[in-house]
Nanobody, 113 residues
Framework: QVQLVESGGGLVQAGGSLRLSCVASGIDFSIITMEWFRQAPGKQRQLVATITRGGRTNYRDSVKGRFTISRDNAKNTMYLQMNSLKPEDTAVYYC???????WGKGTLVTASS
């Protein structure tokens, strides 16, 4: 049974930092491309960052230089380090196993102005 469990969300002031984690089980984590998505109220879900099994990363333009995606295959865990948070980063952040299309339930990030 595949499970993706996010944690690390919370309320921070603009300019602050958070680190999100996604722990995977029931999958061969090390060979799967993993992604972070986010969805703000009333808006469509959008891709934030991707990390391939080889560690190649890609980011949406609005988070480049502020967010860092990483993975620890030994721990079946993916991370998203978010620095210099802005109010427009406020959203529910979701972990996604790209190759097999599984989703976590999300964790809420709120950056207050």
């Amino acid at each position: 049974q595949v499970q993706l469990v996010e944690s690390g969300g919370g309320l921070v002031q603009a300019g602050g930092s958070l680190r999100l984690s996604c722990v995977a089980s029931g999958i061969d984590f090390s060979i799967i491309t993993m992604e972070w998505f986010r969805q703000a109220p009333g808006k469509q879900r959008q891709l934030v960052a991707t990390i391939t099994r080889g560690g190649r990363t890609n980011y949406r333009d609005s988070v480049k230089g502020r967010f860092t995606i990483s993975r620890d295959n030994a721990k079946n865990t993916m991370y998203l380090q978010m620095n210099s948070l802005k109010p427009e980063d406020t959203a529910v952040y979701y972990c996604h196993a790209g190759d097999i299309n599984y989703w976590g339930k999300g964790t809420l990030v709120t950056a207050s102005s």
